[in-house]
């Protein structure tokens, strides 16, 4: 529900935080995943398309690619999304979830413009 200004009650205008992940942050990371998979009735594959979370640093970062974890002001995880990289010049979209306290504020737009620039950064071009 919104207020007669198109905001949602009980939700912060504070920017989030969004800054780069590690394997620190994985389990953090596939609750938001898992939470997101859930509420559209969908299981969790850890051992399938969910594998990559098992090493963020390797399957990312360390392959040419990238993975970010998004904040709130309280330091909560509430999103995530990564690059995954293809080929020399192709990388892939993958694990862009948020969670719904998340949604509607014009985070998920912040988070693909910081990854478009990623990927332009790197090289990529497709």
């Known amino acids: 529900m919104r207020t007669r200004d198109g905001e949602v009650p009980g939700r912060s205008e ?14 953090a ?10 509420e559209y ?7 399938g398309t969910d594998a990559d979370l098992a090493d963020l640093e390797g399957n990312y970062w360390n392959s040419g ?13 509430v999103g995530c999304a990564g690059l995954f990289r293809l080929s ?3 990388v892939e979209l993958r694990k862009m979830y948020l969670l719904p306290t998340a949604r509607g504020r014009g985070i998920g737009r ?6 478009i620039a ?9």
């Open 41 to 47: 009735g969908l299981a969790p594959d850890p051992g």
């Open 65 to 77: 690619g990238v993975f970010h974890l998004v904040l709130s002001p309280e330091g909560s995880a």
């Open 118 to 126: 990623d990927a332009r950064r790197l090289g990529y071009r497709r």
């Open 14 to 27: 504070v920017d989030p935080i969004i800054r780069d992940a590690s394997n620190a942050d994985e389990a």
């Open 88 to 90: 020399s010049t192709e």
């Open 29 to 38: 990371i596939r609750e938001v995943v898992y939470s997101v998979l859930a």
């Open 110 to 115: 912040l988070l693909l413009r910081r990854l």
